[in-house]
């Protein structure tokens, strides 16, 4: 099992930035991935960004391309999800992911998850 909890959520106005962390615990000793999902009222839960165990292979949903930015500390066991030039349609809850396999779009494939924190960008 491995436990996911997230930080860093909160109301920013369009334009600004905040930076989300995802500290992991449990059965961390194996390689896994991470990521980032969000759900907007009303909406399913989409794939924001995902990074493997080396970091060497990430994806970003096209919506946040140019603004995301993920990242991870393996000695830390966190990641971390940098969010730039936020805008009104990112506000949504978002998620920490986690799986030994790669981290694929569909969230039903997903292990693991975090409790999900909430950001609002105001306009």
């Known amino acids: 099992q491995v436990q996911l909890v997230e930080s860093g959520g909160g109301l920013v106005q369009a334009g600004g930035s905040l930076r989300l962390s995802c500290a992991a615990s449990?059965?961390?000793?194996?390689?896994?991935?991470m990521g980032w999902f969000r759900q907007a009222p009303g909406k399913e839960r989409e794939i924001v960004a995902a990074i493997s165990w080396s970091a060497v292979t990430i994806y970003y949903a096209d919506s946040v391309k140019g603004r995301f930015t993920i990242s991870r500390d393996i000695a830390k066991n966190t990641a971390y999800l940098q969010m730039n030039s936020l805008k009104p349609e990112d506000t949504a809850v978002y998620y920490c992911a986690a799986d030994y396999r790669t981290i694929r779009p569909d969230p039903k494939r997903i292990s693991y998850w975090g409790q999900g924190t909430q950001v609002t960008v105001s306009s």
């Open positions: 449990g059965r961390t000793g194996s390689t896994y991935s």
